[in-house]
């Protein structure tokens, strides 16, 4: 299995830029598609963005596309979501999960075996 744990989160005014990660240790971190959720109070838990266990693939839903942007270092072990142009309604707890099926990044929680704690942005107005 696989531990993720992420970092990162933080305040920072609409507009503003943030960069929150997601440590993996365990089993090989390659093996794995990641994909990074969040989830508001109240609210369910939404895609935000993935990328694939190669790096090479990535896919974000319309609310973050051109905002957000994936990349991963698995020599690192490491997945980062680069958050630009931050709006209130970006503030969330964000999570990142693995999951160990590698046809697809998956845009649905169900599926990804592996969740991290999460770590909170809140985007000021």
């Known amino acids: 299995q696989v531990q993720l744990v992420e970092s990162g989160g933080g305040l920072v005014q609409a507009g503003g830029s943030l960069r929150v990660s997601c440590a993996a240790s365990?089993?090989?971190?390659?093996?794995?598609?990641i994909g990074w959720f969040r989830q508001a109070p109240g609210k369910e838990r939404e895609f935000v963005g993935g990328v694939n266990w190669s790096g090479y693939t990535t896919s974000y839903p319309d609310s973050v596309k051109g905002r957000f942007t994936i990349s991963r270092d698995n020599a690192k072990n490491m997945v980062y979501l680069q958050m630009n142009s931050l709006k209130p309604e970006d503030t969330a707890v964000y999570y990142c999960?693995?999951?160990?099926?590698?046809?697809?990044?998956?845009?649905?929680?169900?599926?990804?075996?592996?969740w991290g704690q999460g770590t909170e942005v809140t985007v000021s107005s």
């Open positions: 365990g089993r090989a971190f390659s093996d794995y598609n």
């Open positions: 999960g693995a999951d160990p099926q590698r046809r697809g990044v998956k845009w649905v929680p169900l599926g990804y075996e592996f």
